[in-house]
T-cell receptor
Framework: QQQVKQSPQSLIVQKGGISIINCAYENTAFDYFPWYQQFPGKGPALLIAIRPDVSEKKEGRFTISFNKSAKQFSLHIMDSQPGDSATYFCAASMLRRGAQKLVFGQGTRLTINP | DARVTQTPRHKVTEMGQEVTMRCQPILGHNTVFWYRQTMMQGLELLAYFRNRAPLDDSGMPKDRFSAEMPDATLATLKIQPSEPRDSAVYFC???????????FGPGTRLTVT
């Protein structure tokens, strides 16, 4: 019930295309859904996040779509660029003992071909 | 600019040795998290603190791992004795308040031979 399932495991997209990564969760106690981007040798960096009372959030080329009834959310990267090549992690969190406890998906390795 | 710092960045040690990893959270952040990343298990939350008080360490192997915050600018994760299965990248993250936005450090890559 604590798991967050992420797909696909890897994704190759042509430059200028749309990259789509999907996640699903079971626990309805989750109340915050961030996406993190990680480059090799670096720590994950917060990219964009959404709360379950909103169905979509857009920041630049990055959009989260959230379907509360289906318990699914996805990241869309528009006009994908080679610099977007990285590993992307979805996550879900809930407040536990005074702090947000994050559960991460397994990650998607995204490659943007020039 | 404000960043989480971690030391050492790389550590190679022999099985049975003690390992201590250090983290300096972003100045002013009062919530600190420790994560472990492996290919098999992905990113796992080990423990977290708020205002230096431990909140939850249920993600840590209790018998060999310990986490502390001696002061507001230093968090430590200790493994004693270390085992080959502890080989992983250990990340520290910090945030404000409940830690909605968590800022990760560059990690400590630990190899136990």
């Amino acid at each position: 019930q604590q798991q967050v399932k992420q797909s696909p495991q890897s994704l190759i997209v042509q430059k200028g295309g749309i990259s789509i990564i999907n996640c699903a969760y079971e626990n309805t106690a989750f109340d915050y859904f961030p996406w993190y981007q990680q480059f090799p040798g670096k720590g994950p960096a917060l990219l964009i996040a959404i709360r379950p009372d909103v169905s979509e959030k857009k920041e630049g080329r990055f959009t989260i779509s959230f379907n509360k009834s289906a318990k699914q959310f996805s990241l869309h990267i528009m006009d994908s660029q080679p610099g977007d090549s990285a590993t992307y992690f979805c996550a879900a969190s809930m407040l536990r003992r005074g702090a947000q406890k994050l559960v991460f998906g397994q990650g998607t390795r995204l490659t943007i071909n020039p | 600019d404000a960043r989480v710092t971690q030391t050492p960045r790389h550590k190679v040690t022999e099985m049975g040795q003690e390992v201590t990893m250090r983290c300096q959270p972003i100045l002013g952040h009062n919530t600190v998290f420790w994560y472990r990343q492996t290919m098999m298990q992905g990113l796992e939350l080990l423990a977290y603190f708020r205002n230096r008080a431990p909140l939850d360490d249920s993600g840590m192997p209790k018998d060999r791992f310990s986490a502390e915050m001696p002061d507001a600018t230093l968090a430590t994760l200790k493994i004693q004795p270390s085992e080959p299965r502890d080989s992983a990248v250990y990340f520290c993250a910090s945030g404000l308040g409940e830690g909605w936005e968590q800022y990760f450090g560059p990690g400590t890559r630990l190899t136990v031979t």
